[in-house]
């Protein structure tokens, strides 16, 4: 644990409390991508499956509430506040990024094991879960400006990490390639968003994509 890391956990915590802040005040989840809710959810039920072995309090506290957090955010767009979600918007086929996920892990791992294998396949999935919320935004041209924040939020908790990987590495000689590497193409994702969220939001104004 450094400060890096326990800033990017602060700000990952900080994009989940500001989604859910938005769906119980406005009680909608307009604007908001179900599939990438629910690529989310995966992505921690796989990755935890070692949940039952005690590290620390911090270390299980943070699995507990990610796995529950997204089951509750899949459970709020899929049931309670339905009616507001708009299918038509959230098209992007999460079957490629899923499939390639899946066999990337398979043959890019560091043991071929049932739980090595769901590690890895939820590190690939994390780096790419963003794109059906952010093909959303291309479709509507423009999000809610609480949204944003929550986007800027989980991004900032995954660039962050980049900056705690690099630190790892000169104090501890940190290597894992393949976190690195799905973490940089995750972080790489939010580039044109990054500029305009400080270009536009930060001083006011709507967010809106260039046409």
């Not at 796989?46 to 270390?59: A, E, K, V, W």
């Not at 790419?128 to 400006?145: D, H």
């Amino acid at each position: 644990m450094n400060l890096f890391r326990l800033v990017a956990d602060l700000m990952h915590l900080a994009s989940i409390f500001i989604l859910l802040l938005k769906m119980q005040k406005t009680r909608s989840v307009a604007g908001i991508s179900f599939k990438t809710q629910a690529l989310y959810a995966t992505v921690f039920l796989t990755r935890y499956t070692d949940i039952g072995n005690f590290i620390s309090l911090y270390n299980t506290a943070m699995k507990v509430f990610f796995i529950g957090s997204s089951l509750y955010i899949v459970y709020l767009m899929k049931i309670k506040f339905k009616a507001t979600n708009d299918p038509r918007l959230d098209t992007f086929q999460v079957q490629y990024i899923i499939g390639g996920a899946a066999a990337l892990s398979l043959v890019a791992n560091y043991a071929f094991t049932v739980q090595e294998i769901l590690w890895t396949f939820s590190v690939y999935l994390e780096a790419v879960a963003i794109l059906p919320q952010l093909f959303m935004l291309t479709k509507t041209g423009e999000a809610e400006t609480i949204t944003t924040h929550y986007l800027f939020a989980l991004g900032a908790y995954r660039g962050l990490y980049l900056v705690n990987w690099v630190y790892r590495y000169f104090t501890e000689y940190y290597v894992d390639w393949i976190v690195w590497i799905a973490g940089a193409v995750q972080t790489g994702l939010y580039c044109d968003f990054f500029f305009i969220y400080f270009t536009k939001v930060l001083k006011g104004a709507k967010f809106e994509l260039p046409q």
